[in-house]
């Protein structure tokens, strides 16, 4: 406290105290990790009260968001017209104080990474940030506060000094939400909310999401590589349709995809090219074609009904989830909080959006444009080549 005289502390005693903080001991002078921003002033708190000085502690933070009227997750500095997930997420890290100004401006500094960088109007309700941070008190209260309603940090765990979130996932899971108007047969079927998708077309829709179990070049469900291209060849573990449900007088039904990770849009050209299939606009067929040489047209499905629902850490579970000193990255206490989200805002969203923008409905209309037939060669120029970071884009 200010105002009180302390007796200095023998040279050893103090070089045991400095020892002590910089092992993270109980106890040991409550300073910052790295030596260099120890001669740094700290800025003062929000509230106008210095900031105490803390440990700077590697994190991972558990998110949910609804990602309509966002350009997706990652921040773009200097492009302030398009607005991002990051862009608010940061704002609040450095209102609440867990971390200081200048690392909002640049994200390097707190070793920033996600999981997934999500698209444009994607949402997730199991995202998973990491992040050095100022161990606060009510850290996740105070970062909630200034966050808008439909961004929530719902969990906080601490991790290993060198974790990356990007580069530590093992697997990543999505759904995509739709109108099960989206499977009705172009010529026998109403095309409208009356629509009810029956067993046997269900069992086909299954049938076919199957297929792209396994590993296969999906360089045609992305822009930009070639199909002798090995980050175009990716492992899909699962992929399924689950049990359609109604809602506000519209069936919808859910699909559900995990793998190791995805390249940008191939989620949602994945499920454009099946909905393509059981509409009667392209032969079966194209599925395997589409893994071969040959340029195949996969239609984009929309964005708006497509969710990152949870991320996946097994190896480092594994090594470190029972080694008495980090927990592992299981979210089970959390699941509540995930769900209570996705009611609340994921899926009122999706469902509100369609009716009102009918995005389903106008994209559906432009299926027979495509040419499915197409058979033009890509060569796999090394010219043409554009890398994609190995993480999850869709």
Known sequence: ?????????????????????????????R??????????????????????????????????????GYHGMQ????????????????????????????????MKKMSFQRCARTDKGVSAAGQVVSLKVWLIDDILEKINSHLPPHIRILGLKRVTGGFNSKNKCDARTYFYMLPTFAFAHK?????????????????????LLSCYKGTHSFHN????????????????????????FVREGMEFAVI????????????????GLVVAIVKGYAPESVLERSWGEAKVDVPKAPGLGLVLERVHFEKYNQRFGNDGLHEPLDWTREEAGVTAFKEQHIY?????????????????????????????HA??????????????SD
């Open 348 to 376: 009122p969203t999706i469902i509100s959006t369609e009716r009102h923008e009918r995005s389903m409905a106008q994209w559906l209309s432009t299926l027979p444009v495509h040419d499915f037939n197409a058979t033009a």
């Open 379 to 392: 060569a796999a120029g090394p010219g043409t080549k554009v890398p994609d970071p190995p993480g999850d």
């Open 75 to 106: 921040r773009n500095i200097g492009s302030s017209q398009f607005k991002t997930i990051e862009d608010d997420l940061v704002s609040a890290l450095v209102q609440s104080g867990c971390i200081p100004e200048n690392h909002g401006e640049d």
């Open 221 to 244: 469900f992305t822009s930009q590589k070639g199909p002798r291209e090995a980050s175009a060849r990716r492992y899909i573990l699962d992929m399924f349709c689950e049990e359609p």
């Open 31 to 68: 300073v910052w990790e790295d030596a260099e921003q120890q001669a740094k002033k700290l800025k003062s708190s929000p509230d106008g009260e210095p900031h105490r000085k803390l440990p700077k502690r590697k994190i991972v933070l558990l998110m949910a968001y609804s990602g309509k």
């Open 187 to 207: 010529d026998h079927d109403v095309q409208d909310e009356s629509y009810r998708l029956s067993a046997e077309t269900l069992q086909r829709v299954n049938g």
């Open 256 to 271: 559900k995809v995990k793998g190791q990770s995805f390249m940008t849009h191939q989620i949602r050209k994945m499920v």
């Open 1 to 29: 406290m200010a105002g009180n005289v302390q007796t200095p502390a023998p040279a050893g005693a103090a070089r045991e105290q400095d020892r002590r903080a910089r092992s993270g001991w109980p106890g040991g002078a």
